[in-house]
Each structure stands twice: as C-alpha cells, then as structure tokens.
C-alpha cells in the first residue's frame, strides 16, 4: 500500500484497519521493505506520533541505516541525536552508520564530529572512522586517532589493520603501511588473505612487482587460498608493468585453480592484450568471458578490442566482439558500427559493410540518447560515396538525415548525396540537399552543382537547371563557359527566352567570354519578341563589357522580318550611343520604316542620322518628302529639304577644301 499510495490520512487510517497492533518486528519489516525512503521516515515518524507504536533500538537503527544510504544525513542526525529526549540510550551501531553515510558523502569533518559524540568507543567504531578519513587522504589523521585507540586500551583487529594498510597504500605512504603491518605482526594478528591483497596491490602501485610476487607465493606457502581478487590484483599488476605473458599465466593458473574470472578479471586482463598485441589470445579470452557470461564493468573495452582488431587486419575477429556484445546484452552504438564500416570501408569488402549499415539504419542506433561513442567522418563518408556511386543515394540520404539528426554537417557527406542523385536523375532530392546545406551555411562543391544542373538538363527541366545554375553562382562558384551555354541552349530551345537572356546576362557579368554566338540569337529572338528594352539593356551591358554584338546582322534581320518598331528603337539607341554601322543599314531601316507607311518615325530617324553623319545619299529621301507633303506634314517635310540640302553644301565644302 505504501509503495503504490500517496501519504495521506486515507492511507494512514487504511493501514490502521488492517493492523491490529504494532510491534517491533511489524515496524522493522515495513520499514526494510520500503522502497522510498521519505514514505519510510512518514511511516516511522507517524507510527510514534499516533501512540501506535514506541520505537526501540532496532526499528530506530534501521531508520538511520535507511537515510544513511540515501544520503538524508540531516534527518538521520536528529532521529539519532533526539534519543536521549526519548529516553532511549545510544547504541554505537547508530553512530557507525551515520559515520559511514557521512564518508561516503565526503563530509569527513561532520563524521568526526559525530565520532566525538559516542562516548562508549569500541574498534567497531573506529574502523568506521578509519574508513571515512582515509578514503579522503588524511593520513595523519588517521595515525593520529590510532594513536588515541591504542591509548584508550583499544585492541586494534586484523580488519582495523587492513583499513589502514589499505589507507595508507591510497595515500602512497609506503613507508607507513609497512610499520602498520609490522606492528600487526609484532601483536600475533596474523594476516588473512584480504590483507595480502592490500598489500599486493599496494606494492604494484609502487611498481614493486618482485615484492609482491613473494607476497603471493608467501600466502600460498601460508595455506591461504588465493581468491578471485588475489588472482585478479596479480594480473592487473603484470598488465600494468607490461608483463602480458605472465598476466596470461596468473590467468590460467586461476582457472586451474577452481576460480572463475569476474567482470573485473576481464575488464583488466583484455586492454592489456590488446596494448601487448596479443590479438589472437584477446579473441579467445573474449569467448571465454561471453560463454561465461560475464558481463564487464567498463564497456570501453569492446572498442579498444573492436579498433586492436581491426588494426591487426582481422575484421572477423573485430565482427565477433560486435557479436559479443549482442549476446551480453550491452546496448550497441554508433561509434562500434562505424569501427566495422569503417575498415570493411578500407578492405573495400562493402556488402558486409552495407549489412551493417542496413541494421544501423533499421534500429536507429544513430539516434540513440546518451551515447558514448559516435560515427566518425572516417566511417561514414566512405560509406556515403559508395552508396551514391552504385545507385543507392536514397539509403544514403536516409542514413545521413540520421546523423544530421545528432547534429552532423559534413560538406563531404552532403556533397556526395547531391552527386549521388544527380546521377540517378533525381535532381530535385539532390537540390533539396543543396537547400538545406545553404541553411545551414556548409559550403557546397561546384562540381556538385554541375552534376545537379546537368541532371536536371538530362530531365528536361531547364528552369529548374537554371535555379540550381542561380544557387551555384550565390554559393560563390564559377560555372564554366560549357556549362552557361548548356542552360542557355536549353532554356532557348524550350522557348524561355527572357529566362536565357538572365542567364546571359549573369554569365557576361561574370566575364565569360565565349558562346557569343547563341548570345547573338536570344538577342534577336528578344528583338524579335517585343523584349526591346530588355534586348538593349543587354547589348550597353555587353558594349560595357568589352563585347561587340553584329548589330548590323540584328537590324538587317529585324527589317526583314518587319520588325519595324523595333529596329527603329534599335537604331536609335545606335546613334544615341554613337555605335557604328554600316551605312547600307541605315537605307535598310529608312526604306522599311518608309514600306510600312511610318513616314514620321522615318523622317524623325533620318533627322537624327543627318545630325550624327551628316549628308546621306538614301536614294528614297525624296519619295519620303513626297509622303509627308501627301499626308499634310508639310512642315516635317520642308525641315527635311532644308537639312538635307545644308547637309549636302556641307559636303561640298569638305570635298573643295580636301581638293585644294
């Protein structure tokens, strides 16, 4: 009722229904059963309240021991320290628990004080006091109220020893940890086998491998069995020092032994294979520990014996320590896939590297929370381009949205997809792609983008060609001359003149000089369209430029195709802009602005030519006085005579004074 009910008076008066009467056994059990320890101390606090029950000494110690272990220190302290109000007397287990709890929260100055309270101190309670200092360092500490146990008349115990052997090896203090262990000889304790392996451990801590190996042969001479830890301290000591081949034997002698290996047997003895480059033995020893099912402490280890193997060139054996740790049920990750891919990547065996990534993908590892070990660029971009070369860009792209999701922006990654599906004629995908790499401000190949637009030429979608043509250029690229003529031809065939005509332009901007040819044609197609103002736009853009459009060839075809409206504003920005020409053009356009019946737009070009060349000899200027006369703009035509009669005396002159 309590671990699934609130703490309120409905659940109060519940439990007094069906409990009778408390006692001291009843209390107890509730208590130790409870999984939360604030319901633990609401039921322990009520039960006295409510004149249910009087606590005594074992349901108060549990109390303690219960806030002690989930760190409610404070409340523990005043259950403890409000005793003596209740008449109830100190018991020194009490002050043990509440020491320890507060060692083990690294509050050693409260422990020592709650150490000062018990006034009845027996080893039981120093041992507690031992623990908690030495775990911080404080040796002197230590010595100091050691040296005030053995005055109070307090027989120090094997265990008092090894806390402080072990202690004093914590802090390094070699020195110190041999006289204590001579004073134990000197009192007759005898040392059991927890003491031996303190001070094995201790002496490899100092690299004083020969000390320690006559302690072992010592406690073997001494008929104390070696136990798990012995074994495991002994191989951990080799492993440190180098000594790979003797940690092998210590780790054979201890199964000859009878002792099975723990999880921290492996988690020790595996690393040290792998830096020894005993990769076949590390194999076998990972066998041995999945048939045990031995599950280690440290789950690096299966990537240091994932990347060993791999290095050593055997990627069977690195398959099986991803295999083993299926079978142990330690959660897979990114980073071990990517080892595997990684190097199947390298020995170019891809399907076995593709199956893995197949499972990668399905379970969603990538986007696991929490992990340890991510993919690396070194993995999963070879994986990328080969998935984009044989015509898998969609699982590359599913793959790679995975690892964006983990916040991934590789260049090299997104690049590959835009070619992967350009390639495939999904060039909508790979613009997508292209898009979302501008978001997020990852720079893009220009290569990528040829691909893209040609793809999108390939598929008959110019306009499209041309959006991607409009990014490459944002992106800071410059496309190449085929690649320009290549949007434009298509643009222009599909009937998007103007469209070509902004292509055009960008490209003559950016000073791309060839392809002047089909420049000359979506000039005259924007001529021919209507598009005058656009088309003379581009031409003083192109003049600007250094370029020289067949300006006689444009008004020659207009003219012909009696386009008269727009050779006439052809040629009057040619003489607003005192472009040359030749002179059979300027009669070319008089004569079909004159057939068209513009007598006016003829009289006020002529007008011009007259005032930028001077005289001219266009055989049907009379007929066009005869015109204006005939449409009764008389005075246009009397203008017209006078000039061009000034004209000719003018050049007159010029040729007498060229004569003399």
């Known amino acids: 009722m309590m671990a699934n009910r609130a703490w309120t008076t409905r659940l109060q008066n519940s439990i007094r229904s069906i409990v009778p009467r408390f006692d001291s056994s009843l209390v107890w059990n509730v208590l130790h059963g409870a999984s939360n320890p604030e319901q633990a101390l609401r039921f322990y606090r009520w039960v006295e309240r409510a004149g249910l029950f009087t606590h005594d000494r074992d349901t108060t110690l549990k109390m303690i021991q219960i806030l002690t272990r989930y760190t409610k220190l404070n409340h523990a302290r005043c259950i403890l320290l409000d005793l003596p109000k209740k008449n109830l007397p100190w018991d020194e287990d009490m002050f043990v628990a509440l020491i320890d709890g507060y060692g083990k929260a690294g509050i ?29 360092g404080r040796y002197m500490m230590a010595k100091r109220y050691y040296n005030s146990m053995l005055r109070e008349g307090i027989e120090p115990t094997r265990h008092t020893y090894n806390i402080l052997l072990w202690g004093m090896f914590l802090s390094l203090r070699l020195d110190t940890a041999m006289r204590f262990y001579e004073d134990m000889k000197s009192r007759d304790i005898s040392p059991d086998v927890v003491t031996y392996n303190t001070l094995i451990n201790g002496y490899y801590r100092f690299k004083k491998v020969e000390e320690a190996e006559k302690l072992f042969v010592e406690m073997k001479g001494k008929n104390i069995a070696p136990n798990v830890i012995s074994f495991t301290t002994m191989l951990k000591g080799y492993v440190t020092t180098g000594q790979i081949d003797k940690a092998l034997e210590v780790f054979e002698e201890m199964k000859g032994c009878g002792i099975k290996p723990n999880a921290v047997t492996f988690s020790t003895l595996l690393p040290g294979l792998c830096d020894g480059d005993k990769m076949s033995e590390a194999r076998n020893v990972l066998g041995e520990m999945v048939e045990r099912y031995v599950v280690p402490k440290d789950n690096a280890i299966f990537m240091k014996l994932m990347s060993c193997q791999c290095k050593s060139g055997n990627l069977d054996a690195a398959a099986d320590v991803l295999k083993a740790m ?23 065996v891809y399907d076995k590297a593709e199956k893995l990534l197949d499972k990668l993908i399905e379970k969603e590892i990538i986007l696991r929370p929490q992990s340890t070990y991510e993919m690396e660029p070194t993995a999963y971009n070879p994986m990328i381009q080969y998935l984009c070369d044989h015509g898998k860009s969609v699982k590359a792209e599913t793959f790679f949205r995975q690892l964006m999701k983990k916040g991934v922006q590789d260049s090299v990654a997104f690049n590959n997809l835009i070619r992967g599906h350009s390639k495939e004629g999904n060039p909508d995908s790979a613009l ?18 040829r691909l893209l637009i040609e793809s999108y030429l390939r598929k008959g979608e110019p306009a499209d060609a041309k959006t991607a043509l409009d990014s490459m250029l ?27 005509s902004r292509v055009m332009k960008s490209m003559v901007e950016k000073g791309v000089k060839e392809n002047m040819d089909l420049v000359s044609k979506i000039l005259e197609a924007l001529l021919m369209r209507g598009h005058v103002e656009e088309a003379l736009g581009r031409i003083d853009l192109l003049m600007l430029n250094g370029f020289e459009p067949d300006l006689d060839h444009l008004l020659s075809v207009l003219c012909e195709k009696e386009k008269t409206i727009a050779a006439l ?11 040359i020409i030749s002179f059979s053009i300027y009669d070319k356009v008089l004569d079909a602005l004159l057939a068209a019946g513009k007598t006016l737009n003829a009289y006020s070009i002529l007008c011009k030519i007259l005032e930028k060349r001077g005289a001219t000899d266009w ?3 009379d007929e066009l006085i005869k015109s204006l006369n005939k449409e009764g703009n008389t ?14 005396k003018g050049e007159g002159k010029k040729k007498a004074t060229a004569a003399a």
């Open 108 to 136: 050693v100055q409260e422990a020592v004080k709650i150490f000062q309270k018990l006034n009845e101190r027996t080893v039981k309670s120093y041992d507690a006091l031992f623990k908690v200092i030495l775990r911080r």
């Open 619 to 621: 055989s049907s200027r």
């Open 635 to 648: 005075k246009q035509a009397d203008v017209l005579s006078r000039m061009i009669k000034e004209s000719l």
């Open 326 to 348: 299926i079978r142990l049920s330690i959660p897979t990750e990114a980073g071990h896939y990517g080892v595997l891919i990684e190097n199947y990547c390298k020995a170019n």
């Open 569 to 579: 504003k052809l040629l009057d920005f040619v003489l607003e802009r005192d472009f």
């Open 474 to 500: 944002e992106s800071g690229h410059l496309p190449e001359s085929s690649l320009y003529r290549s949007v434009m031809e298509s643009l222009f065939e599909d009937g998007r003149v103007q469209t070509a």
């Open 432 to 449: 997508e792609i292209a898009k979302i790499m501008g978001r997020r401000g990852v720079p893009r190949d220009a290569n990528s983008y």
